[in-house]
Nanobody, 121 residues
Framework: QVQLVESGGGLVQAGGSLRLSCVAS?????TAWFRQAPGKERDIVAA????????YYTDSVKGRFTISRDGAKNTVSLQMNSLKPEDTAVYYC?????????????????WGQGTQVTVSS
């Protein structure tokens, strides 16, 4: 059974930090974090291959967020620093078993149920 479980969301003031974690039950090549605010599309935040040889960040989080993967624990994490109110959203972990790294939500087959991140001003 394939399962992705996110944790680490919460309420934080602008300028603060949170670390999200996703534990995967299977083996994956592509792993990523997406986010979706009310009334908005589900958009890529960051993605990384298991080997770490390919990494992607959306422009709005470059220099503030860091994606990483722990192969021994089969987890992918997102360290979020200097948080802004516009970062408020439900954050989803996503994964795919095959192919090159991708940035479209419709290109990932496995999803967690999401964790809420709220940044107050």
């Amino acid at each position: 059974q394939v399962q992705l479980v996110e944790s680490g969301g919460g309420l934080v003031q602008a300028g603060g930090s949170l670390r999200l974690s996703c534990v995967a039950s299977g083996h994956f090549f592509n792993t990523a974090w997406f986010r979706q605010a009310p009334g908005k599309e589900r958009d890529i935040v960051a993605a990384i291959t298991w080997s770490g040889d390919n990494i992607y960040y959306t422009d709005s989080v470059k220099g503030r967020f860091t994606i990483s993967r722990d192969g021994a624990k089969n987890t992918v994490s997102l360290q979020m620093n200097s948080l802004k109110p516009e970062d408020t959203a439900v954050y989803y972990c996503a994964a795919d078993r095959y192919g090159p790294i991708r940035v479209g939500a419709n290109e990932y087959d496995y999803w967690g149920q999401g964790t809420q991140v709220t940044v107050s001003s």
